[in-house]
Nanobody, 121 residues
C-alpha cells in the first residue's frame, strides 16, 4: 500500500515562497511510469492540478502557475517537493500530493490527506 504524506508550514506570509514536501512510503518515486503530482483546493473551489515530476525526474507544470512553481525530488529520501514563489492570499488552499500512472494531472490512485496552507500577514 502506497502512502503519501505532505509536510510543511501551515502559514506563509504574502510574497514569500511556500515549500511543501511529500514523503512516499510503500513504493519508490523512481518506479517506471509513475507521476508524482501536486494538487490544491482553495476554499469553496474545486481541485487544481499544479504540476508533477515523473519517475525519471522530468517535470510538468500548469501553465497558469508555471512561472511561480518548481517541483524537485530527493530519491535518497523518497520525497518530492513543491515550491511556489510570490504567494498571495489567493494561494490559500489545502495542498495534496498524489500519484498517477502513465500521465499527470488525473487518474490518481493514491493521495495524501492534505495539508492546509494559509497565506496571511
Amino acid at each position: 500500500q502506497v502512502q503519501l504524506q505532505e509536510s510543511g508550514p501551515g502559514l506563509v506570509k504574502p510574497s514569500q515562497t511556500l515549500s511543501l514536501t511529500c514523503t512516499v512510503s510503500g513504493g519508490s518515486i523512481t518506479t517506471n511510469y509513475y507521476y508524482w503530482n501536486w494538487i490544491r483546493q482553495p476554499p469553496g473551489k474545486g481541485l487544481e492540478w499544479m504540476g508533477a515530476i515523473h519517475y525519471s525526474g522530468g517535470t510538468y507544470y500548469s501553465p497558469s502557475l508555471e512561472s511561480r512553481t518548481s517541483i524537485s525530488r530527493d530519491t535518497s529520501k523518497n520525497q518530492f517537493t513543491l515550491q511556489l514563489s510570490s504567494v498571495t492570499p489567493e494561494d490559500t488552499a489545502v495542498y495534496y500530493c498524489a500519484r498517477s500512472f502513465g500521465t499527470w494531472g488525473r487518474a490518481y490512485d493514491f493521495r495524501g490527506q492534505g495539508t492546509q496552507v494559509t497565506v496571511s500577514s
